[in-house]
């Protein structure tokens, strides 16, 4: 694994309420070649105030691999295909990972759309 002295690879933390939006924007990410990967992890429940009031949901997480340079276009593309208000986008910088997956992170989130 190497060390990154830069904050130029994420991973992206975002909910859907279901299935077909968490995929349906998988998709346009990687199609797009805005995010390299993407996880879509069903079930998870979440606990969380709205509008004064406490909500429960049942979600379904995106784990969201790409880099800094594409972070304002996915923003964009979440925020126009997501059925919530506030959507859920929250980053974290990648300090640390095995090269030849960064390498092809790179090269495949050659964003020119």
């Not at 998709?27 to 105030?49: E, F, G, H, M, Q």
């Not at 379904?60 to 126009?80: A, G, P, Q, R, S």
Request: hydrophobic residues 40%; glycine residues 0%; contains cysteine.
């Amino acid at each position: 694994m190497k060390n990154l002295d830069n904050t130029y690879f994420r991973v992206l933390y975002i909910t859907c309420p279901n299935m077909n939006d968490a995929e349906n924007i998988a998709r346009i990410l990687v199609d797009n070649r805005i995010a390299a990967c993407i996880n879509i992890v069903p079930n998870i429940k979440s606990i969380y105030t709205w509008q004064d009031k406490v909500e429960e949901s049942n979600e379904v997480l995106l784990i969201i691999k790409t880099v800094e340079d594409n972070l304002e276009k996915l923003e964009e593309v979440v925020k126009k295909y997501h059925p919530y208000t506030v959507p859920e986008i929250i980053s974290w910088n990648i300090k640390s990972g095995n090269v030849e997956y960064l390498k092809w992170m790179t090269e495949v989130t050659n964003v020119s759309v």
